[in-house]
C-alpha cells in the first residue's frame, strides 16, 4: 500500500462548540457535514476536505495526550495570525525554523492538543 496523503485528525473533548470555535477562529476551518454518529462531534473543513474531527462526550479527566507529539497545518497570513492570537490572549510560540525559514507557530486547543501552524520563510512576523 502507498500512502498518498493525510486525511484527518481526531480530537476528543468535552466542549464541542468551544473546541469547534477555536479551530475556526483560529485556523478558518468550518463545520460541515458528518455523518449521523452515535457520539456528539463536529467534522471540520479545509475547502471541501475534512481534515479535523472532533469527537466529544468525553469527560475532561479522559482527555489525555497519546504518542502523538502535534499535528501541523499550512497557514498562510502569519501577520495576521499572530495578530488575533495576541488580542485572544492565547499563548504561542513563534519561531524561524533554522536551515528552512518556515516561521512555526505552537498554540494548544482548549483541550490540551499541540497545534503548530506553518507560515512561508518569506513572510514576516510584523507588529501591528
Known sequence: MAVSGMNHFTILTDD????????????????????PLTFPGAWLYAGDQPILHIVGGRA?????????DHMAFTGHDLSATLFMLEREKIEHVCRQQAGSGVWQ?????????????????????SAR
Open 16 to 35: 464541542v462548540e468551544r473546541t469547534v470555535r477555536f479551530y475556526d477562529d483560529l485556523m478558518g476551518l468550518k463545520a460541515g457535514w458528518r455523518p
Open 60 to 68: 475532561k479527566n479522559e482527555l489525555r495526550p497519546g504518542v502523538i
Open 105 to 125: 507557530v505552537f498554540v494548544h486547543d482548549p483541550n490540551g492538543a499541540k497545534v503548530e501552524l506553518d507560515f512561508a520563510a518569506d513572510e514576516r512576523p
